[in-house]
C-alpha cells in the first residue's frame, strides 16, 4: 500500500470524519480528523494497519486558529510510512479523548502533552502529572506561546508526590534518583520480595532543560542544531541530523550527496562510539570492569578521530540546515579506515571472548526477559526492540542521508534477554564499520552545503526519523515565521524503552536489575529534554509496575 | 571458561599502558580542534553578525548611545562552535585551540568586553552579509540586550551563590 492508498482507505473508512489529507513524497502521510473520531483512528492503526505509536505531540495554535493541535504520530515500517493524526480542539475547552486505552504506548506522551500545553486527555487510565515537578503552578503551561521561555515561578511549599504502595508483603529497595550506574537522574524503587523483584515503580524528568521550549521561542533555524545535539551526551549527532533533515524536508531544501555521505559516516562514527561505551558500562554494572578498561581505550583513538573530522570529540557543531560545515578531506579516509578497522579487529576477539565467559553468560542470559509483545505494545526502538526480535531499524525502514546507497544489515536476535542485546550491539558495532567503508568508498565529490537565499516558508510540516544507537530518534517540525519552527517535536528512543523497564524487572534477581536497566542503554538526559528547568525540589513521584499492568494487560489489546 | 579468560587477559596485557597525565601534565588538542574564540576588538565594527548566529546567546550587544556600542561575551557558555568566527566580516574572531573553561577565580574570567565606536553608523545590519538567510541578524537598530552574568542578575543565582 502506498502512501496515497493508505491516506484513501483511512478516508473511505471514516468518511465525513477526516477532514482533509495529504502526503509528503512517499513515505509521509498527514491526516486531520475531528477529534470525535480520534480513538477510533488510532486503533485503526494500530490494530488493523499494523502501525507502530511513536509520539504525541501538542501545538498551541491559539494566535492562529484559536485552538490547540493535537497530533499522534505512528509509523508503518513494512510500509516505509510515518503517520501524523492530527486533530483540532478549541482554545475554550482544551481537552481530548486519550487513546491510551486503545494505545498504550502513548501513555507518557499523552500526559507530557497535558503538562505542558494543557490539553486534557479526557479518559487517560493515569492522569496523573509526568514531566513537571510537584510544585510547578497547576495552570502555567510552559508550550504555550504565552509562557516565556525563562519563566521561574517560586518553590512551593508542603506539596505531595503521588505514591503508590509496593504490594502486600513486598520491601522497596530505591534506586536512585541519582542512578548510580550511569550517573544520572533517575529514580526506581523496586519492590522485592527476598531476592525476587515483583515489581518496580519509576519516577524521572528531573532534569528538564527547556530544549522544545527554546527552538521555538528564542533560537532560530540555525541555531537550533546545536542544542539539539546537546540533547544526548553520547549520541547528539543523531538529533542534530534528524532535526536538519526534518526542515530541509519541511522546505525543500535539497542536501547535497557529499553532505548525505559525511553526515552518514559521522553517524556510524557516533554508533561505534556509542556502543563501545555502552559495553564498558555494561561491564562495570556487573563488576566486571576490564570490560569497561578495554573498551573505553579502545574508543579513545575514535573520539580523536572525531575531534580530527568535526573539531570536537563530541558535540560535533557538523551541521546546519542544508548540509555539513566541515568537509572530510580524502586525505583522512585512510586514518579513518585505520582507526577503525583497528576497533573492529579488537572488538571481534572481544565479543567472540564473551560467549565462553560463565561470569559473563550467568548474568546475561535469560535474564531481563521483554517479550516480543511487551516491545511491541510499548513501542520499544533500537537494540531493545531488536533483541526482543522485533526487526525495525529506521535506516532500512525509512532511509535518510545516504543509507539508501549503503549496504545495511539489520541485527536482530529473538532470546529477548540482556544477552540479545548485548549481540545486537555487538554485531551492530562491526556493521557501523563496514558501512563506514562502503561510505568511504563510493564517497561523492561535490559541494557540502546548499545555498539558502530566502527565508524558510511558514505552516509548513515534515517528520523525519534517524536510527540513534538506542534507537529510533524521531522529530517533526512545523514551520513558523520570524526564522524559527513554530513547533519542533523531539522523540528521544529512550522515551519509548524506559516505559519497558518495569515489566522486563520482573521476576529477576535484585542482583540483575542495574544489567536489566543498563541493558537497554537508557539516556535520561534525552527523555528529559522538554522543558522548563526542574526545581529539583527533591519530591518523588512515582510510576508503578502495577499501574503498568493494570493499564497495559487489557483484554482486547494486542 | 579459562580459555575465554586467557583471552581477555591478552586483550588487556597487550597494549600496555595507555593513560595520559591530563590535567597534571597539558595534553594538547590535535590540530583540527576547536576551542573557544579570541575576539580582536580593533577589528571589530560592531556589526553584530556574531551576535545573530551565536547558539549559545552569549555575545550582548548594548548600544549605550548613538556613538558607542558595547558587546560583551560571556565565554563561560561558549560550546565551541565557531559560527561566529565564519560569519565575522572583518576576520575579527580566532578559534583557538584553549579549552578549558574552569578558573578559580570567578566567572569574570571568562567575560569579554569590547566598545566600538560607531558616531557615523546606523544601524542598518548591511555591513553583515549572512552566508545564509537563516542567519540574518533579527534584531537590527539599536540594541539594548539584557546582559545576565553569573553574579546578581543571573537566573542561576538561587542555585550559584546561596
Ligand atoms: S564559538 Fe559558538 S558558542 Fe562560542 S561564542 Fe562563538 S558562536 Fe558563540
Ligand atoms: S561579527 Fe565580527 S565585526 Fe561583527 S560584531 Fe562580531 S566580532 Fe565584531
Redesign the interface.
Known sequence: MNVQQLGETIKDRFGPDVIDFETLGPDQLYVTITPESLVAVAEHLYQNEGCRYVINSGTDRRQQRDAFLITHFFTQDEEKIYIAVHTEVGADDPQVDSITPVVPAANWSERETRDMVGVVPVGHPDPRRLVLSDDWPEDLYPLRYDVAH?V?PPPAEGVAPERLEPPEGASVVPIGPFFPVLEEPAYFRVFVEGEQVVGADYRGFYNHRGIEKLGCS??????????AE?ICGICGYVHSCSYCQTVERAAGIEVPDRAEYIRTIVLELERVQSHTLWLGIAGHIIGFD?VL??TW?MR?PLM?LC???T??RK?Y?MN???GV?RDIKPEVYGDIRGVIDKIGD?WA??A???P???TLMARLQGTGILTTETARKLGAAGPTARGSGLAIDVRLDHPYAAYDRLEVTKCVHDSCDNLARVLVRLEETLDAIKIIHQALDDMPDGPIMA??????PAGRQAMSAVEAPRGEVFHWVLTGT??RPERWRVRAPTYANLQCVPPMLEDNALADVPICIGSYDPCFSCTERMEVVDVNSGQVRVYTEEEFRNEYDQPGDK | MIASKLKEAILSLRPGRVTLKYPFAPHDPEGDFRGYPEIDTDKCIGCGGCAAVCPARLIMIQDIDQNTRRIVRLLERCIFCGRCADVCPEDAITMTKRFELSTDSGREDMESECQVFMATCQRCGRCYEPPSALDKIMKPGLRNDEVKRGGQDSPYKHISSE
Do not use: C, K
Request: charged share 30%.
Open positions: 525563562d521561574h528564542v533560537l532560530t533555524y540555525n541555531q537550533v542544531p546545536f542544542i546537546r576490564t578498561m578495554q581505550r579513545e580523536w575531534e580530527r573530522i573539531g570536537n558535540a557543531g546546519l540546515l542544508g560545515r579488537e576477539e572481544l567472540a571472548a564473551i565462553g565467559d560463565s545555498e539558502i537565499d530566502e527565508e524558510l520570524e526564522n
